[in-house]
């Protein structure tokens, strides 16, 4: 989902916020106030979080893939 992600966090009619305390690193995604996925960073250990709908906000490069 990393390619995905960036793609959501890249789109201009997303808002994307950061979050950084030790050795968690959080950053959100949002669509018109509504977080649409998250990624989640403690030390070494990456996962990515999405609502069930969430290729409808992919744009269309990636659609396809």
């Known amino acids: 989902m990393k390619t995905e992600f960036d793609n959501l966090r890249l789109n201009d009619k997303h808002e994307y916020e950061s979050d950084s305390n030790g050795d968690k690193q959080t ?21 990515y979080f999405g609502i069930k709908e969430y290729k409808q906000y992919l744009t269309e490069e990636d659609q396809h893939a």
């Open 27 to 47: 950053v959100k995604i949002y669509c018109n106030d509504k977080l649409i996925a998250k990624k989640l960073q403690i030390k070494k250990s990456i996962r």
